[in-house]
Structures are given as structure tokens and as C-alpha cells.
């Protein structure tokens, strides 16, 4: 049974929106066949998911003209400075300094090449530079928190920034993010266009999240965590963490022109 | 392989992903050009001020367009794509060209929706089989209407006129 999201004006507890997540996580876990990969869009202990999520079933549609292609992004749209969030302003932004990398690929598991990657999120203090951000933590006049970069020809991309921190928000009382990158992806179909948000192992919000549990299959949600790699990790300089993106499978044979830039 | 799961792109976008003219395929003023607006709305009918919206579309000729630039735009190069941010109002507005082609492709971002979705804005009058496999009574929602300054397009989340959002063959739930 799900439980019934609250219309009280009053803020739900904390307790009561994980009552809300583990009775919708024991009613998936009770059908054996189901495996979602993507999150429910109708997900009540994400309160501002009530309404706006359609409630009428997607209508299936084969795609056509455009849909069979992506946008073109290339050298001329971004510096590839842009990929180093710790060099935009002319001091040094407070906190972990990491690198993100890893690669996108296409549902039939090969490279994305030459497409755009885009990412945003909070600074080390939790604290994102957007004027309706109201949490009281410093903003870092270092760190703007966005950046861009193309995939190469292996479907890598890789970024320089400072690791966010968790922050407040207010679905209910005393609710925390995880600590989140924010990801926009595009493929070489329009249909495989995508945002995500990639998270940090062991995080200890996680079974409090509306957002990340929205997420109902724990496999699909364990995808969505990039591992702590030492290899990407730099001596007296920062750690690394990799984090690979799958998109849904394209509809048209990839060709030499997807692989132009 | 396995898809990522989508997430909400959240109230903070504002900041990272709208870009200089991002909303101008081509500038306004521009012979042929024309406007394509509307709102974003929720189940109640209020106005989404915090939705994304990206357009993807042929050239007037029906050409899908194989160019770059759209992120630093010069003011002559068409590249089909573009993004808009919805206003407090819960409006955007797109400067483009008319499409050699039924539809614009229509993407739909905003906080409280957890996962993006597609839509097709066809033109007024269009028709094809597609839009003919679509329930009579909703197949409004797909179709722009004109107005004085070009093609209105409202995006209904939830409700009585919800859009038809689409899903296609290889996407998984």
C-alpha cells in the first residue's frame, strides 16, 4: 500500500516521508518481474512532483525526422576551460578539489562522441549561486558551480571542480540533499536526451532522499553513485571519481557523422 | 546496457544552463521569423515558472541541421536547437523558423518532475500518423495554434488538457 501524502499545510516529518519511501519501496520489492530503470514520475514523497507529473500514459511514438538526431555541439560552443570549475574566478574556491570523469555511452553500449556535457551544483558549503538559493551558508566568490566540456573520441569526459556539500530544502521538515552533481547529457538521437544528478558513495541522506529514492530499483539507484578511483585520484593535488552514463538505446544506425565535431 | 535513471533537473538551473540568445534559432526580426511561445502549467492550472524547455526542429527547407554554434551564437548560423527557461508567468517564447516538416520536437524539463519528457509541436492544420493514433479529444494538446506574432504551444503537465507526452520504443520505465 502507498501512504497517502499529506495535504496539511503543515510540513510533514522527516519520519513520516520515510514512511511514505519504504512503503513504496516494499510494494516494488513485492513484484517479482519488475526491474524500472528510471525514476517513478508520480512519486508523492517528492512533494512538488503531485502536480506535475502526467497522470495519462506516455503515448509510443516511432521516432521521425529530427527525433533521429541530436543537436551539434563543438569546438566553437565552449573553451575547454570550461571543464575546470576551480579556475573561473581568480582565487582558489574553498573545498575538496576532485575530478569527475568518466564516459557516456549509448544504450548498445558504444561512445558518445563529441557531445556536450553539462554540470552544476551547490559549493563546498551547500550553497548554490542561484538567487532563490535562502540557505543561510556562505557563497564562495571562487566557485560559480557550473561547467561544460564535449566528450572525446572514446565517449570520456572529465571535469575539475571542489566536491559540493548536502544542503536544506524544504519538501519537509528537516530535509537534506545528498550531495549531488547535477548532469545534462545529450546523445546522438534527440530521443536519448537526458538530466541526471550523480551522487557520492555512502552518503548517509540517501534513505531520507525523496529525490534519489524516486529511484525505486536499488540497482538502478546504485547507478546513479560514482565510485571513489584512485587512479583518477593526482598526488598533492586532488581525488577522483569516476562516473559512467548510459543513455537509452538509439533508434538509427550510428554513423560516421555522429562522430564529427 | 542498462540507461542511467533520470532525476529532476531541480529549482537551481538558472544559473548553469540558459545561455545568451539561447532562446533566438534566429534573431528576432529576421525575415521569416516568427514567435513560438506559450506556458508551462501544472495540475491546477497555475503557471511552472521553473521549467526548461528545449526545441529541436528541421530547417524551413526539412533539412535536420548538422551544425554547431548554437550555444555561442553568431546571428546567421540556423543550428535547429534551442532552450528556454519559463518566466514567472510560467512563459517562454522561442524566435525560430517555420520547419519543412509537421512537428517541432519539444523537450520538457522542470522542478517536480522527475524524469524529462518529450513532446511534438505540430503545425497548425498538420497531419500524419502519428497524430491520427492519437485519441481525437487530445490530440489539441500537440498542435500549435497561430497568433499575431507566430505559433502558440501551452505545455500542460497534469489535467484536463494534459499533453500527450511520448515515450519510444527503446526508453524503459
Redesign the interface.
Known sequence: MTAVPSTDPAPASQAEVTAEIEAIASSYVETPDATETQPRLDYSPYRSSLLRHPTKALQQADPEGVELWAPVFGERDLDPLEADLTIQRTGEPVGERMIVTGRVLDGDGRPVRHQLVEIWQANAAGRYVHQRDQHPAPLDPNFPGMGRCLTDADGVYRFTTIKPGPYPWRNHRNAWRPAHIHFSLFGTEFTQRMVTQMYFPGDPLFPLDPIYQSVVDPAARARLVATYDHEVTEPEWCTGYRWDIVLTGPHRTVVEEDTLS | ?????????????????PFPRDTELVPPGTPGAIRLHGRVL???G?P?PDALL?L???DPA?Q?????????RDGYTF???GRAATDRDGHYAFSTLL?G?P?F?V?V??????????T?AYLPGASDG?LE??DVD?RSTLLTTEDETGLVFDVH??GDR????????????
Not at chain 2, 535536420?64 to 555561442?72: C, D, F, K, Y
Not at chain 2, 494534459?162 to 520505465?173: I, K, N
Open positions: 546496457m542498462t540507461p542511467t535513471a533520470g532525476q529532476t533537473i531541480g529549482p537551481f538551473f538558472g544559473f548553469a544552463l501544472d495540475g491546477h497555475d511552472v528545449e529541436w526542429q528541421a526539412g535536420v541541421v548538422r551544425r554547431q554554434g548554437s550555444l555561442r543550428t535547429g536547437w520547419p516538416a512537428f520536437a523537450t524539463f522542470a522542478r517536480g518532475l522527475l524524469n524529462r519528457l518529450f511534438r502519428f493514433g492519437v487530445r503537465l497534469q494534459e499533453t500527450v507526452f511520448l515515450s519510444y520504443p527503446r526508453h524503459q520505465s
